[in-house]
């Protein structure tokens, strides 16, 4: 079983990146699954989310308008489209997939729940 995240680099203030995270040894279909990222000397936070269920999704406001996950459960991997990228959005970013907790770890309204981690990658934004 593995989460494997890819996509991460350097990129310019204004730029965009997306990242893919593939799912091997478990179907992702039945799962939430989402993105954190910690950056140095920072607490881990939830980033964004898309439920199994009805494909409704959660955006930490400091994200919101600018990054879109999606899901394409027929390739088993999540996205996360992040646009208009700044220097805070520097950070190690992780994907993970929840089976009975939804997206509530993400949202922080659980700390715990998350079945799979994936490794992370890493996003760098500076000129």
């Known amino acids: 079983v593995q989460l494997q995240a890819s996509g991460g680099g350097l990129v310019q203030p204004g730029g965009s990146l997306r990242l893919s995270c593939a799912a091997s040894?478990?179907?992702?279909?039945?799962?939430?699954i989402g993105w954190f990222r910690q950056a140095p000397g920072k607490e881990r936070e939830g980033v964004s989310c898309?439920?199994?269920?009805?494909?409704?999704?959660y955006y930490a406001d400091s994200v919101k308008g600018r990054f879109t996950i999606s899901r394409d459960n027929a390739k088993n991997t999540l996205y996360l489209q992040m646009n208009s990228l700044k220097p805070e959005d520097t950070a190690v970013y992780y994907c993970?997939?929840?089976?009975?907790?939804?997206?509530?770890?993400?949202?922080?309204?659980?700390?715990?729940?998350?079945?799979?981690w994936g490794k992370g990658t890493l996003v760098t934004v500076s000129s």
């Open positions: 898309i439920s199994s269920s009805d494909g409704s999704t």
């Open positions: 040894g478990f179907t992702l279909d039945d799962y939430a």
């Open positions: 993970a997939a929840a089976l009975w907790s939804g997206c509530t770890v993400v949202a922080g309204i659980r700390r715990s729940g998350v079945d799979y």
